[in-house]
C-alpha cells in the first residue's frame, strides 16, 4: 500500500539526486552570483521546467522507451554535451572579459530558456527521475500514486534550484563573486567542459 513511507523514499531519494552538485545547480549559482537574484530564479524556474517534463517522461514509462533506444539516446548526449560545451565556452570568455556589463543578461526570457534547454539536455534525469520513483513504487501502484510521486519530486526540484538562486544571490556572495569572478567562471568552465565531453564520450562509447 503506498503509504507515507513510500513518499519519503521517493522523496529522498530524489532529494539525494537533486541537491548533489551537477551542471545544473553550478549553472543556477553562476547566473545566480553574476546577474543577481531575479536571473537565477528565472533561469530556476526554466530548469524546474524542463526537470518535470523528464518525470512526465517517466512517470508515463516512456522513460524506459528512451533508455532502451540506443539512437535517441545517443542523439540526446551529443545535444547535452554541445550545450554544456557552449555553457563552458560562455563561463570561459565571462572570465576573460573585464567589462561587468559583458557578464549580464538583461533578458529574462533568455534566462528561461536557458535554463530549460539545460535540464531538456539532460539524459541523466529521466534515470535519475526512474530511479527514485521505483524507490518507492511498486508494480500494484496505479496512476494515482505515480502522480502523488511525481509531484512530489518536481516540487523538491523547483525548491531546490530556488533554493540555489537565493543563496548565490546574497550580496556577501555576489561581492565574493566579483573580487573572484575570473577564478569562479573559469572553475565554472572547467567542469561543463568536463561534463560535455563526458557526454560526447558516453555518447559514442555504447
Known sequence: MFGVDNILSVALAFFVVTVSPGPANIAVATVAMRSGRRSGLIFGIGLSFGLAFWGLIAATGMGAVLQSSEYALIALKLFGGSYLL???????????????????????????????????????????????????????????????????????????????????????????????????????????????FGLIRAAFSR
Open 86 to 196: 557552449w555553457l563552458a565556452f560562455q563561463s570561459g570568455r565571462s572570465a576573460l572579459s573585464k567589462s561587468e556589463s559583458a557578464r549580464r543578461t538583461s533578458i529574462d526570457g533568455r534566462w528561461f530558456k536557458r535554463g530549460l534547454v539545460l535540464n531538456l539536455s539532460n539524459p541523466k534525469a529521466v534515470v535519475a527521475w526512474m530511479a527514485a520513483l521505483s524507490m518507492g513504487l511498486g508494480a500494484s501502484d496505479g496512476l494515482y500514486e505515480v502522480a502523488v510521486a511525481t509531484m512530489i519530486c518536481m516540487l523538491l526540484g523547483f525548491l531546490n534550484y530556488t533554493g540555489y538562486a537565493l543563496a548565490f544571490s546574497l550580496s556577501g556572495v555576489m561581492a565574493g563573486y566579483r573580487r573572484l569572478q575570473r577564478w569562479i567562471d573559469g572553475v565554472a568552465a572547467g567542469l561543463f567542459a568536463a561534463a560535455g
